[in-house]
């Protein structure tokens, strides 16, 4: 049987923790990036684009955070296997191919090695959450057969 271990609350309190701070983050973004732009060396005339950038992955990420606080509420209840996990994983795929087509477009205005990383990342994210959609619908799929025989 399924039993709740002190790692799952620990994850789905870290996960709510980081949606906090990414919402204040993103809050924060038009407030605080004259100072940010002038340590990291950023002129004036592209200072809108890299706000822009860190508002829409900002949102993206916040939206993720969303997305693994619905899937992390169906397994504290204990019963991970369900259709809208699979719809989670897909929104968070195309959430994380979404950050890394913002970045592809910084990397074209405002390329860095930084950003090279970040696309990389969010490319392999966005696979590995594909994987595991198909991994979770298929094994709702071997559930449902196993349900309907007992």
């Known amino acids: 049987m399924y039993q709740k271990s002190m790692i799952h609350y620990m994850t789905k309190v870290s996960i709510d923790i980081l949606f906090f701070i990414a919402i204040i983050c993103c809050i924060l973004v038009p407030f605080s990036s004259p100072w940010l732009f002038r340590y990291f060396g950023i002129v004036e005339s592209s200072a809108f684009f890299a706000k822009a950038v860190l508002l829409a992955s900002g949102i993206s990420c916040i939206y993720i955070l969303w997305q693994l606080k619905v ?6 209840k204990g019963n991970p296997f369900i259709h809208s996990n699979v ?12 950050i890394s087509i913002i970045y592809i477009v910084k990397m074209i205005v405002m390329p860095t ?16 959450c594909l994987t595991l959609k198909d991994l979770f619908k298929q094994s709702i799929y071997y559930k449902d057969e196993n349900d309907l025989t007992v």
Do not use: P, Q
């Open 87 to 98: 719809s989670c994983l897909r929104k968070i795929a195309l959430a994380c191919l979404a």
């Open 71 to 76: 899937i992390f509420k169906t397994l504290m």
């Open 113 to 128: 090695i930084s950003t090279i990383v970040i696309i990389v990342i969010f490319i392999v994210a966005c696979l590995l």
